[in-house]
């Protein structure tokens, strides 16, 4: 994700634009940040800090590619079984 657009229905003022949403490059509507009521009376839209996100997407990948590399080393010994069924009867054996 480039960039993040808050969406208004009109420009800053002294009569400010209504919050409409928040929209990904891409113009479809997003879920980010959390609607935080302040204890001064204000209504905030809490967006976490950019470092705090890259280090939880770095997370995320980190995880998706143990699980990606997991998966392929089980589809090695799924089609090792398959060229060499006898390796089936071994593992039984070992139980």
Request: proline share 4%; glycine share 8%.
């Amino acid at each position: 994700m480039s960039y993040v657009d808050i969406v208004f229905d009109g420009p800053p003022s002294h009569e400010s634009g209504r919050f409409i949403e928040v929209e990904n490059e891409g113009g479809a509507s997003i879920s980010f940040g959390e609607w935080v009521e302040r204890d001064d009376g204000y209504w905030v839209l809490r967006i976490p800090d950019s470092t705090l996100l890259s280090a939880e997407v770095t997370k995320w990948q980190e995880m998706a590619e143990f699980w990606k590399r997991r998966a392929d080393q089980r589809q090695i010994d799924i089609n090792e079984l398959k060229q060499n069924p006898a390796l089936v009867c071994q593992g039984l054996t070992h139980v």
